[in-house]
Each structure stands twice: as C-alpha cells, then as structure tokens.
C-alpha cells in the first residue's frame, strides 16, 4: 500500500477554503433567515385584519296600538209625543167629591171621528219609548202602557191631535199591577186633563200644572170592572168649559173647568203611592174632534 504525502502548506490551503466555504455558507444562511423572517413579518402585517366596525343596530319601534275609534252617539230628541214621569205631592190624593153644580148649555161644534187606530200595524206612528220606570209601545195589536215605580203618571199623544174640543174612547185592559189609566187632553209642555178610572173601581178627573198633579173628583163605582184581565170602555169629553166621563157608556161626572186651551190629546196612566207597578192595553181607539 502506497502512502500519500501532503505538505502542511497544503493542508492550510485546504482547511483555509473549507473555513471560507463554511463561512460564506452561515453568511448566505444568516442572510435567508433575515429574509425569510421579514418576510413572516411583512405577510403577518398584511394579514393583520382590520378592525370590522358593527354596524349599530337601529331598535325596532314597537308597534303603537292603533286607538279604537270612539264614535260619539247622535243625541237623540226628545220625541214631540207626550212622554214622561210627573211627581205627585205627598198629600192623600183622594179628596172629599163635591157635586158639580149644574151647568147651563154651552154652544159647542159637532165632532166626528177624525182617527181610528186598533194597533195591528206596529209601525203605527204612536209614541213607542221606555225610560228609568216607564215603557210604552205597541205589542200583539194593543198599544200598551207599564209603570214600574209608585207616583209616577205618564200620557202618550200624536202632536197633530191639537184640540179644544176633542173626545176620545178607547176598549182598555188591566193586565197587572194597580194604579189609574184613561186620557189626557187640552196638553201643553206642563199642564192637561186627566179623565180616568182605577184598578180598584174609582173614577176621577184630574189637572196637572208644572209637574204637579191634582185630583178634582176621586169617586167610587160599581160600574168599573175591577178584576185582572177586565176590560172597561172609556170615553173622555173635553168639550167647552166642562170635562165629562163616560165608563161602559155610562155618564158618571161632568165637571165645569177653566183655564186650559187647546192642546194634544192621547192616552195616559199613573201610579199611585202604594202602586208601584202597572201595566194597561189599549185597543179600539177613536177620536174625535170639529
């Protein structure tokens, strides 16, 4: 085996390029490291994301309530046919009868029917209206009257019947309860004239002013049929000076009066103050007037 002999200024030679090689080596790799980190740190820059703003949330309004249309009633008025409740004083309303004097003849013009009514036909133009203790209407082919308090009076007319002379007549029915019932005539705002019998047997005629009501006669007959269910027929005169009431055609008062013109004439009941319920039917009605 052959030995190689290497001088030592060549071995320096070599081991000089070996350190320049591994020097140039760790330069070019320093080199790429600093490269490559800044290139991490430039691609970390850029993709650093920017803030995103939210956008702010606008709240939605609530949903106002629409408010419920309030319509207003249409005031109604107050109808022209006669119509309310009349307090009594609180005196006993049966006062001691006095016998008419006799009355000389007064001239006064013939009358003839001037309106039938037997209240088949509900749309008849009769006043048809209640209120607190009162109601009246036509119900089964009769008009009818109820009363559901004591002291009270109410009358229902037709604003065309204005009369002086006037007399009316009617078939009338107690259907229950007690108290008094006939017509009014020679009606204004405050005042008229009652003629009228009870449900337990009595006649009367009374006046009516400003709210207040007066019995002239208060009188008692076995004329009247009394008993629940029974039907009377009326008839009330107001003729001249004198008011004339007729039961089951017989006279039983003519009374001489003053002071009250013309005005309507209807049908009307009351209460007494130990009647606190009534209820009347009226059919067969006529009227008659000059």
């Known amino acids: 085996m052959s030995k190689i002999n290497i001088s030592p ?11 320049l090689g591994i020097a140039g080596t760790a330069c070019s790799l ?42 207003t009633p249409t005031r109604m008025e107050k109808p022209t046919l006669r119509p309310t409740w ?7 309303l049966r006062p001691t009868w006095t016998a008419s004097p006799t009355l000389s003849p007064t001239a006064t013009p013939e009358v003839i029917p001037i309106l039938k009514e037997d209240f088949s036909d509900p749309s ?3 006043l048809k209206t209640s209120g607190k203790n ?17 002291n009270v009076e109410i009358t229902s007319s037709r604003s ?38 009870t449900s337990d047997g009595y006649y009367g005629l009374g006046q009516t002013r400003n709210g207040f009501v007066d019995f002239i006669v208060y009188q ?24 004339t009431l007729f039961v089951n055609d017989k006279a039983l008062i003519r009374k001489q009066v003053a002071g009250l013109g013309p005005g309507y004439v209807g049908m009307m009941a009351g209460t007494l103050d130990s009647k606190e319920n009534l209820t009347v039917y009226f059919d067969n009605l006529v009227i008659w007037g000059p």
Not at 9 to 19: A, K, Q, S, T
Not at 86 to 92: I, L, Q, V
Not at 134 to 150: H, L, R, S, V
Not at 220 to 243: E, Q, V, W
């Open 9 to 19: 200024m060549r071995i320096n030679l070599i081991l000089l390029v070996l350190l």
């Open 30 to 71: 320093g080199q790429r490291l600093q490269t490559e980190t800044e290139n991490d740190q430039s691609i970390q820059a850029t993709e650093k994301p920017t803030d995103i703003v939210e956008p702010s949330i606008t709240p939605v309004p609530t949903k106002t309530p629409v408010p419920t249309e309030r319509t």
């Open 86 to 92: 009349t307090p009594f004083p609180s005196k006993t």
């Open 124 to 126: 008849t133009p009769w």
């Open 134 to 150: 009162y109601k009246m209407g036509i119900a089964g082919g009769k008009y009818f009257m109820t009363i559901e308090d004591n």
């Open 160 to 197: 065309w019947l204005k009369l002086a002379e006037v007399r009316v007549e009617a078939d009338v029915t107690l259907k229950s309860g007690g108290g008094y019932y006939g017509f009014s005539c020679r009606e204004s705002t405050s005042s008229y004239y009652t003629l009228f019998i």
């Open 220 to 243: 008692k007959s076995d004329i009247i049929k009394t008993n629940k269910g029974a039907t009377n027929h009326i008839r009330g005169d107001c003729r001249g000076n004198a008011l």
